[in-house]
T-cell receptor
Framework: EAGVAQSPRYKIIEKRQSVAFWCNPI?????LYWYQQILGQGPKLLIQ????????DSQLPKDRFSAERLKGVDSTLKIQPAKLEDSAVYLC?????????????FGEGSRLTVL | AQSVTQPDIHITVSEGASLELRCNYS??????LFWYVQSPGQGLQLLLK??????LVQGIKGFEAEFKRSQSSFNLRKPSVHWSDAAEYFC?????????????FGTGTRLQVTL
């Protein structure tokens, strides 16, 4: 079974530029998450999708971050314009439909450096 | 609001020695509790979880954790550490009611194993 795919793995941009990250969850997983992991900190939830609907985006900085999951499968997270403090690893995770197991399946992450 | 504290930022143990990583949580009731491991350049992988019942839970790779309600703790243990266990370990908590899939992570403990 293929895992959660993310791209690009690494991205370096100047501040005020834009960037987009892509995630393809495990096939059949209805729930998809984007987490931000700043160096030295634990992952912080940015947004949670259930199929193509947003369940929780309370911690997403909506003035600069946006995310979509139009067909309920893959998802894109965009940052525009980027700030220095956005330097982090962006982790995508997915969870299958059904009873809550507590197990999220994580991708390897996309590391963003903002100069 | 729920929170997780991992008091040890960095721990070094010798291969073959025992290991205990500390985790304390703050939550109004008994939450769901998890330990995840993140190897360098990899995504997070679930080691074990506690929902209810037996307070000593077994996980993958020979890890176990004990839930102590009186101490609000969920410490991770392994009797004999292998060099491949070197990684970052995250404790996480999720509410047992409501949005049960919303994980809050601690800041992590980096484990170094000396040969």
């Amino acid at each position: 079974e293929a895992g959660v795919a993310q791209s690009p793995r690494y991205k370096i941009i100047e501040k005020r530029q834009s960037v987009a990250f892509w995630c393809n969850p495990i096939s059949g997983h209805a729930t998809l998450y984007w987490y931000q992991q700043i160096l030295g900190q634990g992952p912080k939830l940015l947004i949670q999708f259930q199929n193509n609907g947003v369940v929780d985006d309370s911690q997403l900085p909506k003035d600069r971050f946006s995310a979509e999951r139009l067909k309920g499968v893959d998802s894109t997270l965009k940052i525009q314009p980027a700030k220095l403090e956005d330097s982090a690893v962006y982790l995508c995770a997915s969870r299958p439909q059904g009873g809550y197991t507590g197990e999220l399946f994580f991708g390897e992450g996309s590391r963003l450096t903002v100069l | 609001a729920q929170s997780v504290t991992q008091p040890d930022i960095h721990i070094t143990v010798s291969e073959g020695a025992s290991l205990e990583l500390r985790c304390n949580y703050s939550y109004g009731a008994t939450p769901y509790l998890f330990w995840y491991v993140q190897s360098p350049g990899q995504g997070l992988q679930l080691l074990l979880k506690y929902f209810s019942g037996d307070t000593l839970v077994q996980g993958i790779k020979g890890f176990e954790a004990e839930f102590k309600r009186s101490q609000s703790s969920f410490n991770l243990r392994k009797p004999s550490v292998h060099w491949s266990d070197a990684a970052e370990y995250f404790c996480a908590v999720a509410p047992s009611t409501g949005t049960a899939s919303k994980l809050t992570f601690g800041t992590g403990t980096r484990l170094q194993v000396t040969l």
